[in-house]
């Protein structure tokens, strides 16, 4: 004989909604575009083996600069570099040199 619950103890979880702030796509400059011990705008890559510069693309001419509604705003970027995809705060930003990898000759 099997014994009736009541629905209510279940114990199915609340879901509570989160808000959390919008994800910002940014374009990237390749690392084609940049120049040895150039100083660029831009985020270290958090992948440890790459760990190289990823700079912001200058907008196109005539358009608004890029400046997100909010200051900690999260920014999905891919380095140029190893081709991971990460994200970055916006706040965090600040100005490197570009040191590129020697590669082996």
């Known amino acids: 004989m099997a014994i009736k619950r009541p629905s209510k103890s279940r114990g199915t979880p609340v879901r509570k909604t989160v808000t959390s702030t919008p994800v910002r796509h940014v374009d990237v400059r390749s690392r084609h575009q940049m120049v040895a ?6 985020w270290l890559c958090k992948n440890r083996t790459c760990g190289l510069l990823i700079a912001i693309a200058p907008p ?3 358009s608004k600069p890029v400046v997100p509604e909010h200051e900690d705003q999260l920014t999905a970027l ?3 570099h190893c081709g991971d995809e990460d994200l970055y705060r916006w706040s965090t ?3 490197h040199k570009y040191v590129p990898k020697s590669t082996p000759t």
């Open 60 to 62: 196109p001419p005539g």
């Open 93 to 95: 930003r600040a100005e």
């Open 78 to 80: 891919k380095c140029p």
């Open 37 to 42: 011990e150039e100083t660029y705008t831009g």
